[in-house]
């Protein structure tokens, strides 16, 4: 299908409000390791992942031989059976997750995981209410658009009630005006008072993710974390970390970013990168937080067969290829770069990320740090002009994501950051 007749049917019979990055719509006809190519034939970087999803590669061949292999064998036959795919990656995640997390639920996305996180934490505690925080995306279900705290993604006002959102960890633009590390985690510690003034003093859980994903990768201070769940189960929370985006090495180091910050959760959340594309997603719990949900349940395509088998190939890929550690190696070689392209180019105000999960946000100047949405959408298009994709987020929309699959070699960064550089001159 050629670009025009793309554009066509998409105008023609997808919903108005399912947004695509540019003016024009890149339409994508193929991929293979860290490049894509267009229905012109034109191939790009990809530094975006599909928003953090191929986590080791377009149509990756250890991956997809497993997948065939699965497709001509049992296609699907929801939860109500067993199947060896499903069973396989539950015990591997049971392995690979830190703590005493040890029970799945499947289901097809973040937004399906989140919402049985807080199902379980609300049945687990005997209690309603949630804390989330400011900047969060949880994706877009009734229950998750009330758990994002972003103006710009919630079609409805607060459609589900019992959800607090307390101050992000967003050092860059405190919003109490602080600095750290002076500021003694002021942000983490006012969960008491938000506990005790707009809750019934009682939780049922505390919500999280390691690195604030499309609200523009916001890293807390180490700390954070253990100051803010300590608070969170003294008021009878529990602690759901949602590693939809930071999970699977992405953060560098470690399998999942919540193991930078010394705190063990209660329960996890998984999508995106854990089957490099195919649609999965998992809740993941201690045994006696699982045992708390005892109605009928069912998740018809949670543990999908097919996806069950791209997510253990996914998975073993990562582990041969020591992929939390690549991804620190050439997260730094990346980040170096980038604070470098900040000495050149004023409207960089913030380098940050972890791993192979930065962002650059842009601003006016640098002394006020008003936020520059117009440049950072200029940047966008110039950098795919220059054969770079990257990913844009931030409430202001001004912080350009930058996520490529964990298997690209130092060329490939270099390539990009030359690409990047080229892009920042030209808007």
Same mark, same amino acid.
Not at 18 to 47: H, N, Q
Not at 53 to 73: D, F, M, W, Y
Not at 312 to 325: G, H, R, S
């Given at each position: 299908?050629?670009?025009?007749?793309?554009?066509?049917?998409?105008?023609?019979?997808?919903?108005?409000?399912?947004?695509?990055?540019?003016?024009?719509?890149?339409?994508?006809?193929?991929?293979?390791?860290?490049?894509?190519?267009?229905?012109?034939?034109?191939?790009?970087?990809?530094?975006?992942?599909? &928003?953090?999803?191929?986590?080791?590669?377009?149509?990756?061949?250890?991956?997809?031989?497993?997948?065939?292999?699965?497709?001509?064998?049992?296609?699907?036959?929801?939860?109500?059976?067993?199947?060896?795919?499903?069973?396989?990656?539950?015990?591997?995640?049971?392995?690979?997750?830190?703590?005493?997390?040890?029970?799945?639920?499947?289901?097809?996305?973040?937004?399906?995981?989140?919402?049985?996180?807080?199902?379980?934490?609300?049945?687990?505690?005997?209690?309603?209410?949630?804390?989330?925080?400011?900047?969060?995306?949880?994706?877009?279900?009734?229950?998750?658009?009330?758990?994002?705290?972003?103006?710009?993604?919630?079609?409805?006002?607060?459609?589900?009630?019992? &959800?607090?959102?307390?101050?992000?960890?967003?050092?860059?633009?405190?919003?109490?005006?602080?600095?750290?590390?002076?500021?003694?985690?002021?942000?983490?510690?006012?969960?008491?008072?938000?506990?005790?003034?707009?809750?019934?003093?009682?939780?049922?859980?505390?919500?999280?993710?390691?690195?604030?994903?499309?609200?523009?990768?916001?890293?807390?201070?180490?700390?954070?974390?253990?100051?803010?769940?300590?608070?969170?189960?003294?008021?009878?929370?529990?602690? &759901?970390?949602?590693?939809?985006?930071?999970?699977?090495?992405?953060?560098?180091?470690?399998?999942?970013?919540?193991?930078?910050?010394?705190?063990?959760?209660?329960?996890?959340?998984?999508?995106?990168?854990?089957?490099?594309?195919?649609?999965?997603?998992?809740?993941?719990?201690?045994?006696?937080?699982?045992?708390?949900?005892?109605?009928?349940?069912?998740?018809?395509?949670?543990?999908?067969?097919?996806?069950?088998?791209?997510?253990?190939?996914?998975?073993?890929?990562?582990?041969?290829?020591?992929?939390?550690?690549?991804?620190?190696?050439?997260?730094?070689?990346?980040?170096?770069?980038?604070?470098?392209?900040?000495?050149?180019?004023?409207?960089?105000?913030?380098?940050?990320?972890?791993?192979?999960?930065?962002?650059?946000?842009?601003?006016?100047?640098?002394?006020?740090?008003?936020?520059?949405?117009?440049?950072?959408?200029?940047?966008?298009?110039?950098?795919?002009?220059?054969?770079?994709?990257?990913?844009?987020?931030?409430?202001?929309?001004?912080?350009?994501?930058?996520?490529?699959?964990?298997?690209?070699?130092?060329?490939?960064?270099?390539?990009?950051?030359?690409?990047?550089?080229?892009?920042?001159?030209?808007?």
């Amino acid at each position: 299908m050629d670009t025009k007749t793309a554009r066509e049917k998409h105008a023609r019979h997808i919903f108005p409000g399912m947004i695509t990055y540019y003016p024009e719509p890149l339409v994508l006809a193929s991929g293979e390791g860290a490049r894509v190519v267009d229905a012109e034939g034109k191939r790009y970087l990809d530094f975006f992942g599909g &928003i953090l999803t191929v986590s080791v590669g377009h149509c990756h061949p250890a991956i997809t031989e497993r997948i065939v292999a699965q497709l001509r064998k049992l296609q699907h036959v929801s939860t109500l059976y067993l199947t060896e795919p499903a069973l396989e990656l539950a015990e591997l995640l049971a392995r690979l997750t830190p703590g005493r997390l040890s029970k799945c639920y499947f289901t097809n996305s973040g937004t399906e995981a989140d919402e049985t996180a807080v199902l379980i934490a609300r049945l687990f505690t005997g209690r309603q209410e949630v804390i989330a925080l400011r900047h969060a995306y949880s994706g877009r279900s009734m229950l998750a658009m009330s758990l994002t705290a972003h103006a710009p993604w919630r079609a409805l006002p607060s459609p589900v009630g019992g &959800i607090k959102h307390a101050h992000s960890p967003y050092c860059y633009r405190c919003a109490l005006g602080l600095s750290y590390p002076a500021c003694d985690l002021r942000c983490a510690r006012d969960l008491e008072e938000l506990i005790q003034t707009e809750t019934s003093g009682e939780i049922a859980a505390f919500m999280a993710e390691p690195v604030q994903g499309v609200g523009g990768f916001i890293v807390p201070p180490r700390e954070y974390f253990q100051v803010a769940v300590e608070i969170a189960r003294k008021h009878g929370g529990i602690f &759901i970390c949602d590693e939809v985006q930071t999970g699977f090495g992405r953060t560098g180091t470690r399998m999942f970013g919540i193991e930078h910050f010394g705190v063990e959760p209660e329960v996890m959340t998984m999508a995106k990168g854990i089957a490099n594309g195919l649609p999965m997603g998992v809740t993941i719990a201690r045994e006696d937080v699982a045992a708390s949900l005892k109605s009928l349940t069912i998740s018809t395509f949670g543990g999908n067969p097919v996806s069950s088998a791209a997510a253990c190939a996914t998975i073993e890929v990562i582990e041969k290829e020591q992929i939390p550690l690549r991804a620190a190696t050439l997260g730094q070689r990346l980040r170096d770069g980038l604070e470098e392209l900040a000495r050149r180019h004023e409207v960089i105000g913030d380098v940050r990320g972890m791993g192979l999960m930065m962002a650059l946000e842009l601003v006016l100047d640098r002394k006020s740090k008003a936020p520059a949405p117009a440049r950072a959408s200029a940047l966008l298009l110039r950098a795919r002009e220059e054969g770079l994709l990257i990913g844009k987020g931030g409430l202001y929309g001004n912080v350009m994501r930058i996520a490529p699959p964990m298997l690209i070699g130092e060329a490939e960064v270099d390539e990009a950051l030359a690409a990047l550089d080229r892009a920042l001159a030209r808007c």
